[in-house]
C-alpha cells in the first residue's frame, strides 16, 4: 500500500466497513492474501481499525503505568506493568486513529 502509514499492514472489509490492520513488529510485509490474527480496537465510524496480532495470550490485570512516556514508542503506547510482574504495553485505540487515520 504505497501511500499507507508504515505501521499499516493491510486493510480488510467488514461488509462495505473497512478495517485497517495495524501491525507493531517490523517483520516485512507479506505480498500474498493471507488470513491473520487482529484485536478490533475502535468500531465506531466509518472505519474500523485492528491491531495485528501474532498471537493472543489472554487478559491480564493491569497494576501499575509508566509516569514517563518511552521515546522509541509512539505516543500511544505507554509502558504498564500486569499483576504477574510482566512489563506490557497498552495501547490507546483513538489516539492510534488519529495519528496514522487522521481526524476522521
Known amino acids: ?3 499507507a ?3 499499516v499492514r493491510g486493510i480488510g ?3 462495505r466497513r473497512p478495517i485497517v490492520c495495524v501491525m507493531l513488529s517490523g517483520k516485512p510485509a507479506e505480498l500474498a492474501p493471507q488470513a491473520i ?3 478490533l480496537l475502535a468500531g465506531q465510524g466509518p472505519v474500523v ?3 495485528c496480532a501474532d498471537r493472543v495470550h489472554g487478559v491480564v490485570t ?3 503505568r509508566a509516569t514517563a512516556s518511552d521515546p522509541r514508542w509512539p505516543r500511544w503506547l505507554v509502558r504498564v506493568r500486569s499483576q504477574d510482574g510482566r512489563m506490557l504495553a497498552q495501547l490507546d485505540g483513538v489516539q492510534m486513529a488519529l495519528d496514522i ?3 476522521a
Request: charged residues 15%; negative net charge.
Open 1 to 3: 500500500m504505497p501511500m
Open 5 to 7: 502509514h508504515r505501521l
Open 13 to 15: 472489509f467488514d461488509e
Open 37 to 39: 490474527t487482529t484485536v
Open 49 to 51: 481499525w485492528a491491531l
Open 62 to 64: 493491569l497494576v501499575g
Open 101 to 103: 487515520g487522521g481526524a
